[in-house]
């Protein structure tokens, strides 16, 4: 596991933590890891957290928004929390805003978030049960 | 903690060059651009942004340049009381055919077409471009603290 | 060789009156010992002598008393005999010792029986050298001038002189743009769109003009200047070029710039964001809104939404006096940063003369929600918290 990032796994989440410069290999092996990992232990959620990252460019956002599409195909949900202000900023200024990624402030916002999406998904299920 | 490069206090507007010629050469223009905006007193939205910006032009030269080679030069700006920063990214690159076009496409550069060239120039205070086919391309960019 | 006498008496004649007619110069005979033989008008009005003062006297008397002390006299009439001809330039001393800056023609004369004295030919150089002297003067004057740019183009637009004050200011040295066109100074739109030339018509047309813009140095940066353009004109009145003096006002305009950025936070501070409920910041945005001031409130409210955890923003829009598609998009890019942060917002006090000039613009808000009054935005503000916090009011929320 690359030095900057750590996957740990909270109930039937993943919570995955970036931090510092991430060059594009390990952004990748990231990408590589997590949607092993999510498989591998049929988990409900990832969390990735990038409260620790402070320059996101085109390229992290894509591979993000990439990773979150894999881990929903994997019917698991996925957010990205803790984008600082400055990089959210300069994100939608480069237009690379990824429009259909769940986001949250924080961790703890974002576990909650994920509970209230699955939440919501199996009261739908229920509904369609009905007529 | 995100590295940052030393740069010599001695000469506040030395530059600092960075051959691009492979993935790692991101980062480090990526940790110039940041120890130069430090020196220079940005504040950290505009810190962000002009980081951004850098990695993004890049990053290009990266992608599209021949050979993906080039130089990114940085140094910290002056304009009376203000102070910024400011980067200039060369390749002898294929040059760019249609610049109209290329500053207009992608404004979404999650599809990974485009060049993300205006996305670089929204993010920043001051962005010229120079680029044909077969010269290369220039493009300088500059940011300054509020 | 024979000469006719006759035609030698009459060309003499012919001689002395053409002699007698020139009056801005002297023509003056010395003899073979340096003396004085002929006088005329022009030689009397240069040094001030009459014929009857001056014929028999030696030239030395013309002479100032260090170069007559030297044998500057001896010497010139031998170079002048060795050579036929001798020119200089120097001072010489009109009648009563004033001084005046001479230029001298000595030429060894000779007849049938040899050498017959020197022709002298002074013309009073002194106004021109004057001129020389205050022209030198002012060049260095200018050369002095080490914060100003002072300089010269033709009416070409050609640069013909440079000083310090313009190299320091914009980098050039003077071989880099002697000759070159003033336009390299400016940045490109100005250059095509003719700036330039209105503002050397101008200058030719009212005796000078003065004018600030954006000016560019050899390293690309950009100076603010202001600039005084006067024509040069010849002695007919005819236009032969202008001058440029130019300041560097870069730091003023930044200072004038930093007391309206001043004003404008002020006015921010009248549009602070507030928390009216846990989880839940109004931003009331209240007069124009261009680029530099929503970049900062965007900010400021970004920091607040990480600050007090904030999961709902609500944008007030009812003080804003028009909804231009500008102003749409900065919004939307407020709107959009915020979601990157986990955060949803809502677009309150939209009035339907507002909601109807949007759609006229098809200014297209997207996923926004928008409510007509706060209290309205607040109430739906508040279930999108509890939808959060997950109770299953899968009805409420879809408005």
Known sequence: MPDHSAIMHMGQDLLVILHGDLDDRTVESIEREVTSEVARTSARGALIDVSGVDVIDSFVAQVLARLVRMVRLLGAEAAIVGIRPAVAISLVELGASMPDVTTALSAEQGMARLRRMRADNSVRIDHGKHC | ?146 | MAVDPVAVVEDLAYYTQMVNTITDYAVIHLDNEGVVRSWHAGAEHLTGYTAEEIIGQPAAVFYTVADAAAGRVEADLRTATAADSQVTEGWRLRKGGAPYWASVVLTAVLDQSGPAGFGMVVRDLTAGREQALMLRSLEQLVNSIADLEVIRFDCDGLVRSWNPGAQKLTGYVAEEVIGHHVSMFYNEDDASSGVLDREMTGAARDGSMEAEGWRIRKDGSRFWANIVLSPIRDDQGELAGYVKVARDLTERREQDQLVQRQRDEILELSTPVIQVWDKVLVLPLIGTLDSGRAARLTESLLERIAADQAEVVILDISGVPGIDSGVAQHLLETVEAARLMGTESILSGVRPDTAQSMVHLGIDLGGLRSRTSLRDALQLALRLIDARAGSRDEAGIRA
């Open chain 2, 1 to 146: 903690m995100a590295s940052i490069a030393e740069i010599p206090a001695a000469d506040p507007l030395a530059s600092t060059s960075v051959a691009i010629d492979g993935e790692s050469d991101l980062l480090r223009v990526r940790s110039v651009a940041r120890a130069h905006a430090r020196q220079a007193g940005l504040g950290v939205t505009a810190t962000t942004k002009v980081v951004t910006a850098a990695s993004e032009l890049a990053r290009n030269i990266l992608h599209y340049a021949t050979g993906g080679r080039g130089i990114a030069t940085v140094q910290q700006a002056a304009s009376g009381q203000k102070r910024g920063v400011r980067a200039v990214f060369t390749d002898s690159g294929p040059g760019i055919a249609d610049l109209g076009a290329a500053m207009r496409s992608g404004f979404s550069t999650g599809g990974g077409l485009g060049l993300g060239l205006p996305g670089s120039r929204r993010l920043v205070d001051e962005f010229s471009i120079d680029s044909a086919p077969g010269s290369g391309t220039r493009v300088a960019i500059c940011q300054w603290d509020r």
